[in-house]
């Protein structure tokens, strides 16, 4: 069975160990491809992947995670850095970020699509929260990331203590407790 190039040894070792299947990280990508008829008998299925013919055409076609190479990377790190600078800076045109509207605007419309790094999620909302934002731009999130972002959501949530009020004597006529 052909998978394509873009799918990497840890991609395909992570969606068979979310599926019950364990991979050994030792062998390499070579030896899994090889091998993942048997990996695919034993696969465990939900309702992402439905069945077989759903997992073959997933492993067939383009992997879903962003990857820019290193050259994009640096530039998309310094457009997104520049756009937190100038929100830092409370959105003032100079010579040091954007000299005009559209300059942030034409940054943040060419790093969106790369809403996986941290640092264009942050840039993203940053210039939403702008006065010169022309549109509201949803960075692309690959669900991967979504989820660990909704799972680390679900663990930094608040614990909201009971406030209980009670009166007593006279000499302390009311008692509060956080619990």
């Given amino acids: 069975m ?12 992570n969606l068979f160990k979310k599926h019950g299947v364990i991979i050994d990280d ?8 090889k091998n993942i008829d048997k990996y695919i008998d ?6 992402k992947i439905k069945n077989v013919t759903q997992l073959k055409e997933y492993l067939k076609n383009i992997s879903p995670k962003q990857r820019p190479n290193t050259q994009q990377k640096t530039e998309i790190m ?6 937190i600078k ?34 264009v999620r942050r840039a993203c909302r940053l210039y939403n929260h702008s006065t010169y934002c022309k549109n509201h ?7 991967e990331v979504e989820e660990e972002l909704n799972n680390n ?5 608040q614990i909201m ?14 008692i509060i407790n956080f619990d």
């Fill in 2 to 13: 052909l998978v394509d190039k873009s799918h990497s040894k840890k991609d395909i070792v």
């Fill in 26 to 33: 030792k062998l390499s990508k070579g030896n899994i491809v």
């Fill in 42 to 47: 034993n696969f465990k299925f939900n309702d």
């Fill in 78 to 83: 310094f457009k997104a850095k520049k756009i």
């Fill in 86 to 119: 100038w929100s830092n800076n409370n959105y003032i045109f100079n010579e040091a970020t954007y000299m005009n509207s559209e300059d942030p605007y034409n940054d943040i419309m060419s790093i969106y699509m790369w809403g996986d790094l941290p640092s």
């Fill in 137 to 143: 731009i949803n960075p692309v999130i690959s669900s």
């Fill in 153 to 157: 959501k679900f663990i930094k949530q």
């Fill in 161 to 174: 203590y009971q406030l209980t009020i009670k009166r007593a004597t006279k000499e302390n006529p009311i």
